[in-house]
């Protein structure tokens, strides 16, 4: 039965995570009347919500490592970043990092207990010295440390992706970040459609998907459950969720009305649409999800661990004390 306002009591969330468990999809209804709960709904969504991500993945929390293996000096206009061609934000601008840079970074991600090393270019899509050093780095990085390797390098075509996956890339993000609609109000130098031809390059090369979005953008709601629904459909197996941080000097400068019950409706709305996935809580969590970033592992089973792109995140001492309080633990493997 499809659950419409009126009906939604603070037991609706049970049954909708009933429904959920016992194989059911939720619609896109439903997912609306998540996102759109009222504030004092947020227990209970969460109680709900906590049932899903409890039955997938128990009390475990994944830790990535984000590694910013070139930064700056990108021709994409994406208003949201500090990289773009358009972005007047002072950041580090440094071409690709050299072997022993991306090597230390990795013992750092080792010895802070993450399973993913994220390899993160700022690019359109990565050139033919990018896709080399990729290769060259990968294999030495897995069988010296034994992480999984996630690949962010930008557009991708169906050969780059085939030696992404030769060389041992296990799995390529690639967010899209907003809806279709929403898109062009996003970014202009690329499409919406652009970004989901690159996951199934990904997909069609046998690597994992990682993908999600940013709330925050003045998008609609809608916005939000479409992005969700099209990222179930494409199969991705790892859903990060970011919360704008509005850079100074970006066209995104002083957006983002965001509030921390605001950002726990939206992952739980992604852990219902998406139940078996991982969710990864990403860029944003500590400005916007602020004293309440503890109850989003509710919900989310993954989040990164040390700074993100170009901002700063909590150390990694108080997030594994954040996980240790709440009882969770840390895993190193999800296989
Ligand atoms: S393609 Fe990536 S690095 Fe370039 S502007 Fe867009 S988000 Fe930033």
Do not use: W
């Amino acid at each position: 039965m499809t659950l419409t306002a009126p009906q939604i009591g603070i037991d609706t969330y049970q049954k909708l995570a009933n429904n959920v468990l016992n194989g059911q999809s939720i619609t896109r209804e439903e997912a609306l009347l998540i996102l759109d709960a009222p504030d004092e709904h947020v227990p209970a969504i969460l109680a709900a919500g906590f049932e899903i991500r409890k039955h997938h993945f128990g009390r475990t929390v994944q830790l990535n490592f984000l590694m910013s293996a070139k930064s700056g000096l990108c021709p994409e206009d994406c208003h949201y970043c500090s990289q773009s061609k358009v972005s007047e934000a002072p950041v580090p601008k440094y071409n690709m990092l050299k072997r022993d840079d991306l090597m230390k970074a990795a013992e750092q991600a080792a010895e802070q207990g993450a399973k993913t090393y994220c390899l993160v270019i700022s690019a359109r899509g990565p050139n033919e010295r990018e896709m080399a050093a990729v290769e060259a780095i990968v294999p030495e990085i897995k069988e010296k440390y034994g992480l999984d390797i996630c690949a962010c390098l930008g557009l991708l075509n169906k050969e780059q992706a085939d030696r992404l996956k030769a060389c041992g890339v296990n799995r390529v993000n690639h967010n899209l970040n907003t809806s279709e609609t929403h898109y062009a109000e996003v970014c202009t130098t690329h499409t919406y459609a652009d970004r989901v031809q690159t996951l199934k390059h990904v997909r069609a090369a046998g690597m994992e998907m990682c993908s999600g979005g940013i709330i925050g953008m003045d998008e609609r709601s809608e916005d939000v459950v479409s992005m969700a629904f099209d990222l179930r459909e494409l199969g991705v197996q790892s859903i990060p969720l970011n919360f704008l941080e509005s850079i100074d000097g970006t066209p995104f400068e002083g957006k983002a009305a965001l509030t921390p019950n605001k950002c726990l409706k939206a992952l739980a709305m992604f852990r219902f649409v998406a139940p078996d996935r991982e969710l990864r809580i990403s860029g944003g969590r500590e400005v916007h999800l602020r004293s309440l970033q503890p109850l989003g592992l509710y919900v989310a089973n993954s989040m990164f661990i040390g700074d993100y792109l170009t901002t700063k995140g909590q150390a990694p001492d108080a997030d594994r004390q954040m996980i240790e309080d709440l009882g969770f633990e840390v895993t190193i493997s999800t296989d």
